[in-house]
Every structure is written in structure tokens, then in C-alpha cells.
């Protein structure tokens, strides 16, 4: 009787708790994922909360099993357990499994379930504002690491043919197609630049234009034609040098907050089953990338 007692206290104690979600990864002091989860939360009325937790390279088998004793109900992956997370989850999504990394745990009676978000967060953003027909479009990916691949998956996935990559190391851009039912070009950096006036899209996925390389040019645009498509994924800082030099050249542009937001909004999906705000969600970006 005492201990049914109890337990039922107890159940009611936790009833009452907020549901505990998390980011974690190896920094993630910087992260803006708990202030676009939280407020979304609070918009919606969820009774929930969002922490960046650091856990080790040495400690993640641990640190996740202490998760889900906390009772953590889903967390995001970043750098640099994105692909050892593949070993961790019960069950992984097949997109997931394609590109190898994931970026999204939920966890469901117990069980953790692997996503990855990265790849069509990058696509949804993408197709927010390009308005050209991503099936025809030759694309040009810049890099070959798991942004990279997240990215080319999702768009051979989703019937994009004309894919070349990139890199400072060719064989990691060859790398990249072995296993995808979708063949495409492996260049390097000086090879893509010589030939850029083919390319209608470009995607940035290296981190050259951030810190500590934020004057350098992951690629230089001098033979990009006029109308290309340029993207870089990333979004601190909001405007890198490459975009500054693609707009220079009447290019359209795209920084990395649509990619940054839609892969947070679909994790929020996959844990709540709600829409969280999306233009909420990246004015809180903005905003905290301009005060910068
Ligand atoms: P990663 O796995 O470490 O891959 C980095 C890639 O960049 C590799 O291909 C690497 O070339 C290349 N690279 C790195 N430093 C370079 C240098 N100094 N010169 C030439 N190439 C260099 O990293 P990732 O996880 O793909 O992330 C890449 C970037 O994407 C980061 O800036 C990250 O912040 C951004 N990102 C943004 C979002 C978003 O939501 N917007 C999401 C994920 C990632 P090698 O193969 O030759 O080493």
C-alpha cells in the first residue's frame, strides 16, 4: 500500500514536471537550439524544457544513458557525435541510415529513435526561396564532410540528378557517391572553379567564411555566371564573404538560418507532433546573430 502510495505521488510529481529535451554535443554553449525550442514551447503552451548539455567524445554511451534515466523525451546531436549517434539509437530512419549521421533522437517507451533533420531542413529552406526547378537544376556542392553528404543525400532522394561535389580532398568528394543510387562528379576546388559558369546552384557546406576563416572564399566566383544560386550553410556570420562576392556579381543569395530553423522545426515535429513558428524561429536567430 505505502509503496502504490507512493508510486502514485510520484507519477503525479512527474506528470507535473516539464518534458526534458536537449542538445548535445562537444561545444554547445554557442547553441541557439534551446532559445527557438523553448519559445516555441512557451507559444504553443507546451509545458517543456530545452537545455544544451556538453558531453564528451569519451562520454557519450554514458551521457545519453543518463538521459534517458532523466526521462529526456528527444535530444538534437551535434558536432562530433552525429555519426557515432548511428551506434547508440534501437532504430534509425532510412534517410538517416543513407547519410550515416543523425542530428535527432527521440526517444518512445524506452527507445531511441534516430532522425536526420539536417538534410531536408537544408531542402525546405532551399525550396522557400528557390523557385527554379531544383529537378533540372546542375548543382554545384561545395565540401564533402557530414553537412555535405546530409545534403546530397536528401536531394538525390528527392530526384535531384545533376550533382557535382567539390573538395579539398577528392576523395572524400568521391567518397560521397559510393552507396548512392545517384552517381555524380567528384572535382576539386580548382577543377569546380574552372568550369563554374555550368552550374545554375552552390552550396557552401565548409565552414570557410566563418571564423577563423571568415575573409577566405571556399570558392572564387569569377566564372559563375550571373543568375547562379548561391547558398551557404552557414549562418554566423548572417552574410559571409562568399555571399558578399556572389551578390557583388548580381547573383541570389541564401545564408544558413531557412536550413538552421526547418531541421530544429522538424525535430520539434518528430517530438511534440506541433508546428512550431518558423519566421518566430528565425527572428530569434536574427536577432541574436545581430547582436553579435
Ligand atoms: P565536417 O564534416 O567537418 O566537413 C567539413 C568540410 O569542409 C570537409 O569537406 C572539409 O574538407 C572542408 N574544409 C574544412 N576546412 C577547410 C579548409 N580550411 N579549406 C578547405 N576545405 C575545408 O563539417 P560539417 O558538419 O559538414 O559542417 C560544415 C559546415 O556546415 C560548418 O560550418 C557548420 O557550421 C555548417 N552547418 C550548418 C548547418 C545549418 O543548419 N545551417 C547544419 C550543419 C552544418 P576535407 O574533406 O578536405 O577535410
Redesign the pocket.
Known sequence: MLQKGWGSIFDHHLYNQPALYAVIGDPVVHSMSPDIHNASFKALGIKARYESIRISKENLLEGVRTLTDKGFKGFNVT?PHKVEMVQIVDEIDPLAKKIGAINTVGVENGKLIGYNT?GP?FLKGLQQFYKQDLLKANVLII??????RAIVMTLVSNGVSRLTVA???IE?ASNLFVNCEQKGQALTINEAEACLEQFDLIIN????G?EP?KDKMPILLENAKQKTYVCD???NPLQTNLLTKALEKGCHVQN?VP??VY?AAMSFEYWTGRKPDLEKMTEIVNTRLLQK
Open positions: 558536432i539536417d531542413g565540401g564533402a564532410g557530414g553537412a555535405a573538395n579539398r580532398t572524400k557546406t565548409t565552414p570557410i566563418m576563416n550553410i552557414i549562418y544558413g536550413m538552421f531541421q
